[in-house]
């Protein structure tokens, strides 16, 4: 009776085929039993489906067969390799695989973990059909090819969804399936710059600046796999499969938020780049200390408070020029100076501990060594060590949701693959037997663990 229960309820989620890879699995994951091929590259793609993969999904990671992901040459730094015994399951011949580079880069590692890799080349008819054999085993498919590319493979939406009528195809471009940009490549900080979040990042009298990491592309892949799981659940009730058509340059818009709504609603430009600042509160911003910098924030009258007695100048309170949000935001030539010449006087950290006294916002400005070793950082396991196959112990940041139910708590169960490490486990998964993998292995079609067959 439990079997069948578990079966109906993820039946409105998953077809039967991932149901029975749930059951058959064992795991209480969310995601669990629902198949994922993915031939995304990069960040934005390979993003959303980590997202999947910690969630519970078999996520099979296509990619080039000597090459891989562009992001495995993308280094320094390495993981350097420190194990290439065919014990452990991983030949020599596969390690050379990811060509001169000295291990494996740290770029790739940070999204790429709880998958499978598969070294498959499509080129080739064989390529073609075995990666349609792949796909129609799987409930998601995700790509990030120039749109029009993957048709003229015989890959596109239209020529799979008979094949598997269930499929959610997912794409993620730079600037979608339509449209006059549609043709062009998209990387993140030409969508940054184009779409305006460059404009509006950076010191006033600054040039424009890119954010920091590639923010663009992981708002485009958790877009991308917020709406994958949207389109499960749709499915369960419809039947039916889905095109997803995600796109850099949308979601960059889409992030504009507040900043967006501002022009819209008030048909003016912009205020333009403010720094650490906010256009709308202050003090909301960095100020410098004797030895660094620390973010002040008076989101509200009493928080505003609470900062002058923190800064020892209680008598901001009743200033006439800082008595509300909108005069304080009128004369911020001031009151930001004010505040500036108190904070010089004291190092960051002194400000700290001065601050915790003080109920409101307030941080210190870490670099990133500082942030992973932060004892918060620790606390809520976001620094989590796997053992990879070959390069040993390594450190990776952790899934940032916790669940109440630890049963579901997605979690870092795969180091990163190496690249074709799981190839000839797939194939056998979806119905090839030794003597036709063998065939494929010597065609170039596939490469894999030179031990496995």
Known sequence: MLR??????????????????????????????????????????????????DLGADVIKIEHPTRGDDTRAWGPPFAPYTKTD??????????????TAPGESAYFLCVNRNKKSVGLSFQ??????????????????????VPGTLKRYGL??????????KLIYTSITGYGQTGPYSHRPGYDVMVEAEMGLMHIT???????????????????????????????????????????????????????????SQVLISGKPDSGRQGTAHPSICPYQAFDTADGSIMIGGGNDNLFKLACDALGKPEWKTDPRFLSNALRVKNRDILVPAIHEVTKTKKTNDWVEIFKVFNFPFAAI??????????????RD?????????????????????FSDKTSQPNIRMPPPLLGQHTFEVFREVGYSDAEINKLVQDGVIRGRSDSV
């Not at 976001?382 to 916790?402: A, E, S």
Request: charged fraction near 20%.
């Open 4 to 53: 069948i229960n578990r079966v109906r309820q993820f039946s409105h989620i998953r077809s039967f085929s991932s149901t029975s890879r749930a059951l058959n699995s064992g795991s209480s994951l969310p995601l669990a039993g629902v198949r994922v091929v993915d031939m995304s590259r990069v960040l934005a793609g390979p993003y959303c489906t980590q997202l999947l993969a």
């Open 86 to 99: 065919d014990s452990l399951g991983v030949s020599r011949d596969m390690v050379e695989v990811a060509g």
């Open 124 to 145: 080739s008819d064989e390529g073609k059909a075995a990666l349609k054999r792949l796909i129609a085993s799987a409930d998601v498919f995700v790509e990030n090819y």
């Open 156 to 165: 596109s939406y239209d020529d799979l969804k008979d094949a598997n009528p």
């Open 202 to 260: 950076g010191e006033p009298d600054g040039a424009p600046s890119k954010v920091g990491v590639a923010v663009t592309d992981l708002t485009t892949g958790l877009y991308a796999s917020n709406s994958v799981l949207a389109a499960l659940i749709k499915r369960g009730v419809s039947g039916k499969g889905t095109h997803i058509d995600a796109s850099l340059a949308d979601c960059q818009v889409a992030s504009l938020a507040n900043i967006a």
């Open 366 to 379: 870490n670099d990133i060594q500082t942030t992973l070793s932060n004892e918060h950082v620790v606390a």
């Open 382 to 402: 976001m620094i989590q060590t796997v053992d990879h196959p070959v390069c040993g112990p390594m450190k990776l940041v952790g899934v940032p949701v916790k």
